[in-house]
Structure formats: structure tokens, C-alpha cells
Nanobody, 124 residues
Framework: QVQLVESGGGLVQAGGSLRLSCQASGRTFSRYAMAWFRQSLKKEREFVAGISWSGSSTYYADSVKGRFTISRDGAKITGWLQMNSLKPEDTAVYYC?????????????????WGQGTQVTVSS
């Protein structure tokens, strides 16, 4: 079992930045890829960014490419999502997710563990 706790959400003006953190605990010695998803009102949960177990491979949704950066520490305990040039359409609850595999996937159903989510609100 892996437990995930997100932090770092909040209210920011358009063009601003936020950094989300995902703290993992439990069976962190197991290989697992991490990802960030988001869900806004009346929309399905969507993939934002993913990172492999080693950290050498990263993946981004087209809507955030060039603005967001996903990373994780060498101990594989903490992951981050640096969000720059935020837009009102980035407003959503952001979730950290992990899957018991080396590489991230974009589909929600491929993830075994989820955090409780953190709200990000971008004002225009």
C-alpha cells in the first residue's frame, strides 16, 4: 500500500505560479510511477503530467506542456508539480496518483493509489 498526500494548492492570479507537492508513505520501496490529474466541475478527471519510477521519463498533456514541470526526489518519497503561467482554465482539484509500474500512463484506471486532492483556483 502507498499513501499519497498532496499540498500546495491555493488561489493565484492568472500568469502566476504554484508548486504542488505529493508526499508518499507506506510501501515506497516498491517501484511506482507517479502522475498528476485534475478534475474541474462537470468534467471528467484528466491526465496532467506523469513521471517514471526512475524520473528519466516525463509526460505532459498538451494543454500544460511548456508551462508545467513534474519531478520527484531521488528517494522516491516526494513528487512535485511546478505550475507556471497559470490560466483560469487550469482551475481544478489536482490529484496525485501512483501506479505499481515503472512508467506512467494517461488513463485514470491505470492508477492504484490516489491522494485526497488539492484545490487550485486561478483568477482572471
Amino acid at each position: 500500500q502507498v499513501q499519497l498526500v498532496e499540498s500546495g494548492g491555493g488561489l493565484v492570479q492568472a500568469g502566476g505560479s504554484l508548486r504542488l507537492s505529493c508526499q508518499a508513505s507506506g510501501r515506497t520501496f516498491s517501484r511506482y510511477a507517479m502522475a498528476w490529474f485534475r478534475q474541474s466541475l462537470k468534467k471528467e478527471r484528466e491526465f496532467v503530467a506523469g513521471i517514471s519510477w526512475s524520473g528519466s521519463s516525463t509526460y505532459y498533456a498538451d494543454s500544460v506542456k511548456g508551462r508545467f514541470t513534474i519531478s520527484r526526489d531521488g528517494a522516491k518519497i516526494t513528487g512535485w508539480l511546478q505550475m507556471n503561467s497559470l490560466k483560469p482554465e487550469d482551475t481544478a482539484v489536482y490529484y496525485c496518483a501512483a501506479r505499481a509500474a515503472s512508467y506512467a500512463r494517461v488513463e485514470v484506471d491505470n492508477y492504484d493509489y490516489w491522494g485526497q486532492g488539492t484545490q487550485v483556483t486561478v483568477s482572471s
